[in-house]
């Protein structure tokens, strides 16, 4: 159901598409991607599971919906390698937790900036992040969610 991703640190996007309005979620794997994206899996197809307070289950329920919807969910990762001052090529240490946590919170606050619906409960619509969308490296097309339902 998930793309293939590598088992490292990472900040991930989920792209609700379809409904009313397009929806997203940015969070953080601080260990792998891999196991982060198996407990949605697990979680979304054990919704009744005591954990339904928890971020990962109340996200991994709304992809769900969407998904039973008809909707599009896709899923964009943070590139690693971004551009400095002067066209220099930087390396973005995301396995470093005060960095890939301030990113983190300044991507969340800058989806409160536009016109999306934004399920992170810690977005801020005032805030007034210098974020740009280089940051993020889509996945191939095929990364949209819902294919092999195992």
Known sequence: MFPSV????????????????????????????VRRFSLYHSRGRKPSSPLEKKTTS???????????????????LVND????PGGQIVVIDLADKAIRGGLERQLITALGTIAVEVLNHDSNPLGKAQVTRRYWRPLRPEAKLGGDRR
């Open 58 to 76: 109340r996200i991994a329920c709304r992809l769900r919906d969407a998904l039973s919807a008809g909707y599009s969910v896709s899923v964009a």
């Open 6 to 33: 590598h088992p490292v640190p990472g900040i991930y996007r989920f792209t609700i598409e379809g409904g009313p309005q397009i929806t997203q979620y940015i969070g953080q794997a601080a260990v792998s991607l």
């Open 81 to 84: 390698h971004a551009t400095g």
